[in-house]
């Protein structure tokens, strides 16, 4: 066994005993961690979409159980190009979660190549950006707002190389949904239609049918549109 499946079969156990026994510890509210976390199927479908990226660089927006930080921290250690980093914005998880995402990373041996910024996402991002930090590929799973999906999702442009990834969760929230409308309609985010495929069609909140996740294809090169273009979402 090579050092690279050594450290995946590691991430695996870790993702295999949180998914059944859940973390070591949650909040205070009755079935926090199903009610929060990015269940199983969904984590490996993030998975196997990084690892065909090759990616070696990723921004996760929210941590929270870490469900989907080992999915992405597997991919990682599969690909296993020479500088992997993942970078994890979260500015509850000292606070709320008692670090029990931040501790699941470390007894995955994946603290060595991510970086946990606690701070909110409109703060985190900037500062990436500032640092020169570009990514291959990112995952948004954080606040949920409106406002503050639409400025994730402005910095990470800037931050996800031309071409590459940016992943959302729960799309089937209108407020999610309606934020990356705006990117797909107006800056040439094209959707991966296979990405999240199957069983991934769900009933959401309201009973709406619809997708949970959605992955994005970033244009390349790169273009600001004229303001006159504009593109009601
Ligand atoms: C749905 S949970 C993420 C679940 C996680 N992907 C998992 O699989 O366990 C949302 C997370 O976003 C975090 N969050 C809330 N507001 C945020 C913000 N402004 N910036 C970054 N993270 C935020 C919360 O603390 C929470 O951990």
């Known amino acids: 066994m090579t050092y690279t499946d050594d450290r995946a079969t590691r991430v695996r156990e870790v993702r295999r005993r949180l998914a059944q ?12 961690f199903e009610t929060v976390t990015v269940p199983e199927k969904y984590c490996d479908q993030l998975r196997d979409l990084m690892v065909s990226e090759g990616a070696e660089k990723v921004v996760e927006v929210g941590l929270a159980y870490a469900s989907s930080a080992l999915a992405i921290g597997e991919a ?6 020479p500088l992997p980093r993942h970078v994890i914005i979260d500015p509850f998880q000292d606070r709320e979660y008692s670090n029990a995402g931040w501790d699941l990373l470390r007894s995955a041996g994946l603290d060595s190549i991510a970086t946990l910024m606690l701070a909110p996402s409109s703060i985190a991002l900037p500062r990436l950006l500032t640092e020169g930090f570009v990514a291959d590929a990112a995952f948004v799973d954080g606040s949920h707002r409106f406002h503050e999906v639409f ?3 402005y910095y990470l442009r800037k ?7 940016i992943v959302i969760d729960d799309d089937w929230w209108p407020s999610v949904h309606t934020a990356g409308q705006y990117y797909e309609r107006n800056l040439g985010w094209t959707v991966i239609p296979d990405a999240f495929s199957g ?6 909140p309201h009973g709406k049918q619809g ?10 090169p790169s273009f ?3 303001f006159e273009d504009f593109r009601a979402f």
Do not use: H, M, S
Not at 21 to 32: M, S
Not at 211 to 220: E, G, I, N, V
């Open 76 to 81: 990682l250690a599969t690909v296993n190009r």
């Open 199 to 204: 069983e991934t069609i769900g009933v959401g």
């Open 211 to 220: 997708a949970r996740c959605k992955a994005y294809r970033l244009p390349a």
């Open 21 to 32: 026994e859940g973390p070591p510890r949650t909040r205070d509210q009755e079935g926090d």
């Open 159 to 165: 931050i996800v190389r031309p071409g590459g990834l």
């Open 224 to 226: 600001e549109p004229f």
């Open 151 to 153: 400025v994730d999702l």
